[in-house]
């Protein structure tokens, strides 16, 4: 009898929204995000499960999402997270604000879509359809001379797709997303 097959190592299960991203329409991987940005400047506080961080710190926490709010932005948020003018702004708020300086930053200023398509067609060879494999990535590396290491590649989709496996490669969303994050797009 032949020895059973394991399952593919790179395969992680895909990220559930909670229902405070629902809440606020952020992807599970965007509220990660500003969780993680939240907790760089969080200090503990009775009462409150994710800590709260001073609002001195508010506006370098949304730098590092790359959300930099406009002085009179920050102003605004500042009212709304601290109302009572205690020093303090606790989770949920602040991932009401950060989700709608995403949603905002989507909204304005974004490419076109056909922008993204011609974008995402030079890595895949003209395909808007298929996903962006470890192949594509590949012959781009080749063509721009580089020479880049496979596991570096791999990282690369794993980190796109949100660990969905090597194998399912990256579609236009996530090639998109990407693209955001890397400054490409605002």
């Not at 399952?7 to 952020?26: C, F, G, M, V």
């Not at 009179?72 to 604000?97: C, N, Q, R, T, W």
Request: aromatic share 6%; proline share 7%.
């Amino acid at each position: 009898m032949p020895p059973k097959r394991k399952a593919p190592a790179d395969t992680a299960p895909k990220e559930r929204q909670s229902k405070l991203a629902k809440e606020h329409n952020i992807s599970a991987r965007e509220e990660r995000e500003i969780k993680e940005a939240f907790a760089l400047f969080a200090e503990p506080m009775d009462g409150e499960k994710e800590g709260v961080i001073p609002t001195k710190d508010v506006r370098r926490a949304m730098i590092a999402l790359g959300l930099p709010p406009t002085k009179p932005e920050l102003k605004e948020f500042l009212e709304i997270l601290d109302p009572d003018d205690e020093g303090y702004a606790s989770y949920e708020p602040f991932v009401a604000i950060c989700a709608l300086k995403l949603h905002a930053s989507r909204d304005a200023g974004g490419p076109a879509s056909d922008e993204v398509d011609e974008a995402f067609r030079l890595f895949t060879g003209g395909s808007t359809d298929e996903p962006l494999t470890l192949a594509h990535l590949k012959r781009v590396a080749m063509t721009l001379k580089q020479d880049v290491d496979d596991q570096l590649l791999k990282d690369m989709i794993l980190e796109a797709n949100g660990g969905a496996g090597v194998g399912k490669g990256v579609g236009r969303a996530e090639f998109e997303e990407v693209m955001r994050r890397a400054g490409a797009w605002k």
